[in-house]
């Protein structure tokens, strides 16, 4: 039992450390791209696919704010657009 609690342990811990969040489909609040796919709430991290592409940072693709990663911003796998928390 005891192993059991520490692997849901380490899978909380994991998520939380991710801060990965995916939008509601069914909320007001979901974000969309101009192509109209859902976007992931997204903290913390650089996209796999801009690391392969030897970007460090992400930048808003609405206001041009850089390295937005620190904070919330939405992120579309499909397109590669991304927009801050603030817009």
């Known amino acids: 039992m005891r192993s059991l609690l520490d692997l849901l ?3 909380n811990d994991i998520i939380s450390k991710l801060s990965v969040e995916i939008a509601d489909l069914k909320g007001a609040n979901a974000k969309r791209c101009p192509k109209g796919t859902i976007m992931a709430k997204c903290k913390g ?3 796999e696919e ?5 970007y460090q940072s992400v930048y808003c693709d609405k206001c041009r704010d850089a390295q937005i990663q620190a904070d919330y911003f939405w992120h579309c796998d499909c397109c ?3 927009i801050c ?3």
Do not use: L, T
């Not at 801009?50 to 030897?54: D, F, H, L, N």
């Open 80 to 82: 590669g657009y991304d």
């Open 85 to 87: 928390w603030r817009c």
């Open 45 to 47: 991290f650089v996209p």
């Open 50 to 54: 801009y690391q392969r592409e030897g």
């Open 9 to 11: 342990a380490k899978k």
